[in-house]
């Protein structure tokens, strides 16, 4: 029998019918804080009252109290995208507590186009674009020396990145059954790990605007852009840290969304988030957003100074870790504690003194002619990014106003702002470093367009929104957004957009073949990362073709296999890419020896040139 | 051989952390279900059962008389309640104590009280219940310690719940107060706090109960056919859960901060000590009596033997501690089996940061105030309180082993006594003995 009397029990029942009916759907319904379930004034003490019985049936689980009455139900096969309930539908109560809700069937058709989508825009030519790059090549490299040779690097490791991303990229290659060689190159069965990735952002993402904004438009717009953006699918290919970092984020975010506010989910979350820190350092940025959202989530939970410790004790877990393996190799502290940057300590490498190097370095702004807003992220998608920051800062401005009944847009917001912050503030720019953006310029588009959307009147949104979204649609055929369609080349004609249409990795493929048949595998090279693993992991093995970032700066490699000087050089295999960098990483002359070899004492014995790529093999000459 | 001793070390290290994890879980198992699952019946049915209240005492002289008024106050109608003070014939202070104040309640029209003296050995626990038992003729049979503050309305609650879902065992809730009166004091009061508010009911769901040993409700018929208390057990009260689990009884676990039965920690790390060895002596008592055996289910019998185990578990994690640092210190262990050996250590910081906020949680819900220095003395009394429990399970072990099972009495001061107020005064109670508490500890007097 229950313990409550008669009228407890009826209101139990009652409510938890409530309960289970999917709720009506109100306009302008968007993630709330969780309202109290007592008022705050009035807390009483914990009660708890159990009764248990071995092999007992389960009783009827008693529902949480509503404090304010509930709109009517309303099926989920009335609620289609992008339709506006009736203009004179009942008036949009208060909803009480936001969180992931099943989906309904339009909602998992919604799921299902954008899960699709992700998987068609990204996995359709993996494997042939972009190029593979350096970056791709140093982590697919350091993930081959943690299976191989059970370390974090095959050089020196001196803390560059926190290894978190390599190390599940190894553990992926590891369960693969031909590990690296799996689909061919070895950089592809890491782009493979990227779509796996990318599927469940995807996933994410959708959940996430889903619940922020008590719609499907949102996530559906949200997924659009994170799906069919050819500045997101350029970048979101590549095995970068930047894409790990941005599927423990996003998973982060949704386990505090989570319906169910399992009181463990914020241990989880702060996991999640740690990992995600622990795999590029810069996430440690959206860690104000995170915790104000978990803060809003149980402000009204009695469970809620747990929840919040969790997060931090999860999240604080995960990055200790990493120190505490820095402490246990002797490499936390730099030697004699100093942190001269210009006179860097010798003796070890220390994790506190590169993080003090990373903080300090000044390589690059974001809005200066010739940087990568102007070179390479707007000719691939201006239309990202000028929207999502007009979104971005509509979602601030909004949010800050409705902060206190709904958190939801003020969040968004500011993690956009966060990673715009940072790459703003200048010190190093990368081209990749747009990445964590992306996902979140989204996010907001999505946001603030259903906000819109939802102003216009039913009955005007009936023929307006196809219209807008055929509109929409035409607009991203143009060669001018690059979505689908891009310009060719002076006299030639538009074609389809490179990321579905352009095969570059064969040249690459090309290279390593004449390598193989024309280079002895004892010869010294000096190459880029993005083929080191290639000529390591298959045989015939090439033990001394070293990147040219090594060469100029690894003791071992530098000192032990080159001797510093050009006449230790058998042949330098370059991209025009490869030549910039090593130019740009020549300002102390560490590269000077291989620029000499490469520009005094060479000549070229293989090339393919394809658009702006250009490869070469040089053969020194002594 | 090194590789040995890094298999050993990684092997204990990868156990402890999983154990510890468990444990954790256990620690907030109630904080992790629906609030609702637990809700407190808000109204009370009007009292229909009749309540046996055992006080058994042993030289519980500074004590037992506030204890009986406040039993004998409680918000019940007296007609319906038996009040037995149980005493063994040679503890002459106790009853003299007791005498005094049944008397003086006589005087004030309470007659529901009366004196049960025993002649006959054992002279522990179980057999004054078994004496008392005896005695009984109400519905239901209840035991307090000597230095229970009970509440007023902790019948009207087990006469509603007993009622409405015909269950014929409750353990009522049972919390230490006195969290800031020794370094130790804080960490035994949410060891409390946590084991009654939250790991029981796991027990309770699983149909492996431990009871505790006061504020636990049997009824009369039940108790009897089972046989009373066991009286060669330390912990009878762990014994007697485990046999209720064993006949499928429901055991039901109410715990509601207003309505529990307030406790001192013991006042000196002796008396801790003594304590604790009772208990886990008990405990391997309980586990070698093999009552376990009946329970009906592997996994209700997994956790049985496991809860008893553990005793012995936390007499090795007491010796893993020093080789543990000796290993820290001695060997230069490959980095990956350094960090899994510091997998222990973090699942500590989650037990630590769970007291932490355990803490204030417990003293929100008792309107008490967590000075400053309590989080401190928490950070650094961590540690050493573990070891103090690790020796008092050695300790256990080798009186096992040795066959001593006398009882070793804690000694009670009354630390958790509020001052009374004016009807305890009208009753003739005792004013608070913190004072004296904090001189038995070695304290200046605080006056009061």
Redesign the interface.
């Given at each position: 029998m229950s313990p409550y009397s008669d009228k407890e029990r009826a209101r139990a029942l009652l409510a938890d019918e409530r309960q289970r009916v999917p709720r009506a759907r109100e306009p302008g319904r968007t993630l709330q804080a969780d309202e109290p379930q007592r008022a705050p004034q009035a807390r009483e003490p914990e009660r708890t009252v159990q009764a248990y019985a071995p092999q007992r049936a389960p009783r009827p689980r008693a529902p949480e109290r509503a404090p304010r009455p509930r709109a009517p139900e309303r099926t989920p096969r009335t609620r289609e995208p992008g339709r506006e309930p009736a203009a004179t539908a009942a008036p949009a109560v208060a909803p009480a507590i936001g969180g992931i809700r099943p989906l309904g069937r339009a909602g998992q058709a919604a799921l299902t186009f954008a899960l699709l989508s992700g998987l068609a825009t990204h996995g359709y030519h993996l494997f042939e674009y972009p190029l593979y790059s350096t970056d791709e090549g140093i982590y697919v490299e350091r993930a081959w020396s943690v299976i191989r040779e059970g370390r974090l690097s095959p050089q020196t490791y001196f803390y560059d990145h926190a290894p978190a991303g390599w190390l599940v990229l190894g553990l992926w290659e590891f369960v693969l059954p031909r590990h690296f060689e799996t689909f061919g190159n070895p950089i592809n069965s890491g782009r493979v790990l990227m779509l796996l990735l990318h599927l469940a952002s995807v996933f994410f993402l959708f959940q996430i605007a889903r619940t922020f904004s008590g719609s499907l438009r949102a996530p559906l717009i949200a997924t659009f852009f994170f799906n069919f953006s050819p500045l997101a699918i350029y970048y979101q290919r590549e095995v970068l840290l930047d894409n790990m970092m941005v599927f423990w984020l996003l998973l982060s975010i949704y386990l505090l969304l989570r319906r169910e506010r399992q009181l463990f989910a914020g241990l989880w979350s702060g996991v999640a988030f740690g990992i995600s820190v622990v795999t590029k350092e810069n996430a440690i940025f959206f860690a104000p957003s995170i915790y104000y959202l978990l803060s809003r989530r149980v402000r009204w939970d009695s469970r809620r100074h747990f929840g919040q410790m969790f997060w931090l004790f999860g999240a604080g877990t995960a990055i200790s870790m990493y120190f505490l393996f820095a402490t246990l190799k002797g490499e936390l502290l730099p030697t004699r504690l100093s942190f001269d940057l210009s006179h860097p300590p010798r003796g070890h490498v220390s994790l506190l003194y590169e993080m003090w190097y990373q903080i300090h370095r000044n390589q690059g702004a974001l809005f200066v002619r010739g940087g990568y807003l102007y070179t390479m992220w707007q000719p691939k998608d201006g239309v990202l990014l000028v929207v999502g920051t007009v979104a971005m800062a509509a979602s601030l401005y909004l949010g800050w106003h409705e902060r206190k009944q709904d958190p939801a847009l003020l969040v968004a917001g500011t993690l956009a702002l966060e990673i715009a912050f940072y790459l703003a503030r200048g010190s190093v720019i990368l081209d990749f470093y747009v990445l964590p953006l992306i996902p979140l310029y989204a996010l907001n588009i999505g946001l603030i367009a259903d906000r819109a959307l939802r102003r216009i009147p039913a009955q005007t949104a009936r023929v307006a929104l196809p219209a807008l979204s055929g509109f929409c649609g035409l607009l991203l055929f143009l060669p001018t957004t690059g979505y689908f369609v891009q310009h060719g080349f002076p006299g030639q004609p538009d074609h389809l957009a490179d990321v579905y249409n352009l095969p570059l990795t064969n040249l690459q493929s090309e290279e390593i073949a004449w390598i193989r048949q024309n280079i002895p595998p004892t010869d010294k090279i000096i190459t880029d990362e993005d083929i080191w693993v290639q000529l390591h992991d298959v045989r015939p093995y090439y033990p001394y073709a070293q990147s040219h970032w090594n060469a100029a700066s690894d003791p071992q490699i530098r000192d032990g296999i080159f001797h510093s000087s050009w006449q230790n050089i058998d042949y330098i295999v370059a991209s025009n890419l490869m030549k910039n960098a090593m130019k740009l990483n020549n300002a102390g002359g560490q590269e000077g020896w291989i620029l000499d070899a490469l520009n005094n004492h060479s000549t070229v014995v293989w090339q393919l040139k394809r658009g702006d790529v250009y490869l070469a093999i040089y053969k020194i000459q002594k | 051989m090194r590789d040995i001793i890094y298999a050993v070390i990684v092997g204990l290290s990868i156990v402890v952390t999983i154990q510890s994890a468990h444990t954790l879980y256990l620690t907030?198992y109630?904080?992790?279900r629906?609030?609702?699952?637990?809700?407190?019946?808000?109204?009370f049915q009007p009292p229909r059962l009749s309540f046996t209240v055992m006080l058994p005492a042993r030289h519980e002289e500074a004590v037992i008389g506030t204890t009986i008024g406040r039993v004998a106050r409680a918000n019940y109608p007296p007609g319906l309640m038996q009040i037995l003070v149980i005493c063994s014939a040679d503890d002459e202070g106790t009853i003299a104590k007791a005498e005094e104040k049944i008397t003086e309640l006589r005087r004030q029209g309470v007659r529901n009280v009366s004196l049960v003296v025993f002649h006959d050995k054992p002279i522990n626990k179980p057999h004054g219940l078994n004496a008392g038992l005896a005695k009984a003729v109400m519905d239901v049979v209840t035991i307090f310690d000597a230095e229970d503050d009970i509440h007023p309305e902790i019948f009207n609650v087990v006469n509603?719940?007993m009622g409405?879902?015909?269950?014929k065992v409750v353990q009522g809730g049972v919390q230490l107060m006195n969290f800031d009166s020794s370094w130790y004091s804080a960490l035994n009061v949410l060891e409390y706090f946590f084991w009654f508010?939250?790991r029981l009911?796991y027990h309770?769901?699983?149909?492996a109960t431990p009871l505790g040993g006061n504020t636990v409700f049997f009824s009369r018929d039940l108790i009897t056919r089972l046989g009373g208390w066991d009286e060669s057990n330390l912990t009878e009260d762990a014994d007697i859960g485990l046999r209720l689990?064993a006949a499928?009884?429901?055991?039901?676990?109410?715990?509601?901060?207003?309505y529990v039965t307030k406790e001192e920690t013991p006042p000196t790390i002796r008396q801790f000590i003594k304590q604790r060895t009772r208990w886990s002596q008990g405990f391997m008592q309980t586990l070698k009596k093999g009552t376990w055996r009946e329970l009906?289910?592997r996994r209700?019998r997994r956790l049985a033997v496991y809860t008893l185990a553990f005793p012995q578990a936390q007499a090795l994690l007491g010796l893993y501690v020093p080789f543990s640092l000796l290993t820290i210190l001695s060997l230069k262990a490959p980095?990956l089996v350094?960090?899994v050996s510091?997998l222990p250590v973090?699942t500590l910081?989650?037990h630590f940061?769970?007291s932490?906020?355990g803490l204030?949680?417990f003293a929100?819900?008792?309107d008490l105030k967590v000075s400053p220095i309590a989080i401190p003395r928490l950070a650094f009394g961590w540690i050493p309180y573990q070891l103090l429990v690790s020796y008092a399970s050695m300790r256990a072990v080798l009186r096992h082993m040795r066959g001593i099972s006398n009882w070793e009495k804690t000694q009670h001061i009354g630390a958790h006594r509020e001052l009374t107020d004016a009807r305890g005064l009208e009753l003739g109670e005792e004013p608070s003995r913190v004072a004296l508490f904090r001189q038995g500890a070695g304290e200046s007097a605080a006056g009061g």
């Open positions: - | 907030l109630t904080w992790n629906p609030p609702s699952e637990a809700s407190a019946p808000e109204q509603t719940v409405n879902e015909q269950v508010k939250s009911h309770a769901r699983r149909g689990s499928g009884e429901p055991i039901r676990i109410v715990y509601d901060d207003r009906p289910t209700q980095v350094a960090l510091f973090l910081l989650g940061l769970i932490v906020v204030y949680e929100d819900a008792h």
